[in-house]
């Protein structure tokens, strides 16, 4: 299932379990069938879309789950460590080249790959106000291939995210921001969404790299987004793509 059909199928749920069930599902044709959502912050206006109460969405093997839970592992699980620390998306493959892990840390990793999670990209997904959840994929099979999954599985990890906003309860204040892209930005939007570096933009659309980059920065400013991928998907689900 691309981008796109997700966002036309999320639009029809109506629960958190149905859109998790949604997710589970497009990210299991990509080989990561096991999936996390929380928030790691419980603070702010509730009148927000972006602030949904702390909780925790995960379909990880059962005993794993109970293990963690009683060893109490969040508090020195390395992906949550680094989840507050890190911007973009990270695979826990790299954790240990990238980071001095304590012995601790290690070894909720090496517990985790004997309980089946043996591969796993994490999605940190940064709201205003400081505001942080985040989606963990996980895959079973020795062979998975987390970085080529990387780009499409973010993108469904934003998408699931601002869905979600959509089905929680909201205020009766809260109104609708109308947001205009040009033709330009929304050309670039699309080429994204397709994997294209803003080097391959400009060659299709004629235009030079920084031309492109230009596009892209306004079309983000005006979305008010942190990121490509989450201006894309933000952009979906307005409908301006």
């Known amino acids: 299932m691309d981008l796109f059909s997700f966002v036309e199928c999320a639009k029809e749920t109506r629960s958190l379990k149905a859109l998790f069930d949604l997710l589970v599902s497009c990210s299991s044709e990509q080989g990561f069938s096991q999936v996390a959502y929380g928030s790691l912050t419980d603070t702010g206006p509730a009148r927000l879309p972006e602030y949904l109460r702390a909780a925790v969405t995960v379909n990880f093997p059962s005993d794993w789950c109970e293990r963690y839970s009683e060893r109490g592992y969040n508090a020195i699980d390395p992906v949550v460590r680094r989840t507050t620390m890190l911007s973009t998306p990270f695979l826990w493959d790299r954790l240990a080249d990238q980071h001095q892990l304590q012995p601790g840390e290690t070894r909720v990793l090496s517990e985790a790959r004997e309980a ?58 809260r109104c609708q921001i109308q947001v205009a892209l040009s033709e330009r930005e929304k050309d670039c939007l699309r080429w994204v969404e397709q994997g294209k570096s803003s080097w391959e933009i400009g060659v299709i659309l004629k235009v030079s790299e920084n031309t492109v980059n230009f596009h892209l920065k306004n079309a983000m400013r005006k979305l008010e987004t942190n990121s490509r991928t989450h201006c894309v998907v933000k952009a979906i689900r307005l409908g301006l793509i």
């Open 116 to 173: 089946g999670l043996k591969h796993g990209v994490t999605v940190p997904l940064f709201g205003p106000f400081g505001r942080l959840s985040v989606v963990s994929f996980a895959s079973s099979f020795d062979d998975a291939d987390p970085e080529h999954r990387l780009s499409h599985l973010n993108a469904l990890a934003w998408q699931f995210h601002h869905a979600l906003a959509e089905i929680a309860p909201l205020s009766e204040g």
